[in-house]
């Protein structure tokens, strides 16, 4: 029997309730399958440890660590910690210290979930955003001077390298490839940005003649955001930078449904480092301790992780379970529902029970 070690960090906010509840799935996942073992071990690190010690993780938190097969993430930020101290101090960390490159969000209409957008069928939101994440608008470079004075000058300066950019593009093009449509569209601005998105699309017409078999298109990112409005089956996969990419995943995953079924993966694709998998909806401040925390994007990060790790039956089984309870009407009240996060959570393991063996 395979046996992974799974790092869980529950995090801030409604990231302990929504790890908990992909916990619980995960055990009756590893139950049901039989053929591999889950070995987890909770960090108790974020804003609350912040307060006590002072840092948002220990000094050698990267170092305990690199020892596991995966990390699965919960959420960051506090009312009572600066964001970009929560941030920076524990997600980014992570992201940066294991050269987890690339971000891939995938977005997909689940059954039974209605999106804002009026007469949109499943198959027409199926997209999947690949995000830089090791540079560009958040690669930490700048300051700030004259802090108080009228003459205060802030800088956030972007970071765009050669090889950053080309080894996300060419990613994004592997994962293009994979799909059905084999479209790979590059989210830019280089109207405006004339040095550093300039060089994303001169490496993006490099790489695509390495790719025959991928069509391309390029949209400026404002015009981006109309497209998924507008004609969301003209989109597949998107690729873009750490900021673009940020955003215009949220509103991928609002026009899903919600912010609560939205998944992230966090990758090292190399596999020198380990891997982190979260969902995107943040702390949400706003519901914590209610019960009603939609852990359906938990459960889809997990999806992600088990195929990360080579469970690919398994994965797919807790895809088929997820799409069943969306199905039968299971939702949360952020899709409209009024099942609490236990009976969701509840209602998913009863469908991976019920779900057929493998063949």
Request: with cysteine.
């Amino acid at each position: 029997m395979k046996r992974y070690k799974l790092a869980a960090i529950p995090g801030d906010g409604i990231g302990p309730e929504v790890i908990s509840a992909g916990l619980q799935v995960l055990d009756a996942l590893v139950a049901y399958e039989g053929s591999f073992a889950l070995d987890v071990e909770t960090f108790p690190w974020g804003s609350d440890y912040y307060q006590r010690h002072g840092v948002m993780m220990p000094s050698d938190g990267l170092h305990r660590l690199r020892a596991f097969d995966a990390i699965y993430f919960g959420a960051v930020g506090s009312l009572e910690v600066p964001d970009h101290v929560t941030l920076w101090g524990l997600r980014l960390a992570i992201c940066q210290g294991f050269d987890q490159y690339a971000n891939v969000r995938p977005t997909r209409l689940l059954p039974g979930i209605e999106s804002p957008l009026r007469r949109v069928a499943a198959g027409d939101l199926d997209w999947v955003i690949v995000r830089e994440n090791s540079e560009g608008e958040y690669a930490g470079q700048g300051g700030r001077t004259h802090r108080g004075l009228p003459e205060e000058v802030a800088t956030e300066v972007s970071i765009f390298t050669r090889v950053g950019v080309t080894r996300i593009l060419r990613f994004a093009f592997e994962l293009a490839r994979k799909r059905p449509r084999r479209h790979l569209t590059l989210i830019t601005k280089s109207n405006a940005q004339r040095h550093g998105m300039v060089l994303w699309d001169e490496i993006f017409q490099e790489i695509a003649g390495e790719f025959p078999d991928v069509s391309t298109a390029k949209e400026l990112v404002d015009a981006a955001t109309q497209r998924m409005v507008l004609k969301p089956r003209s989109l597949d996969v998107m690729v873009a930078t750490n900021l673009h990419a940020d955003i215009l995943s949220d509103l991928a995953a609002a026009l899903a449904g919600s912010l609560g079924v939205a998944a992230t993966a966090n990758l090292n694709p190399e596999g020198r480092f380990p891997s982190m998998f979260e969902p995107i909806h943040g702390s949400a401040f706003d519901i914590v301790g209610k019960g009603i925390a939609n852990p359906v994007g938990t459960f889809a990060t997990a999806v992600m992780m088990l195929e990360h790790l080579g469970e690919s039956a398994a994965a797919a089984r807790l895809s088929g379970a997820i799409e069943t309870v969306s199905a039968s009407g299971v939702r949360t009240p952020d899709l409209g529902g009024t099942a609490t996060t236990a009976q969701v959570t509840a209602a998913v393991c009863a469908a991976i029970a019920a779900s057929p063996p493998h063949a």
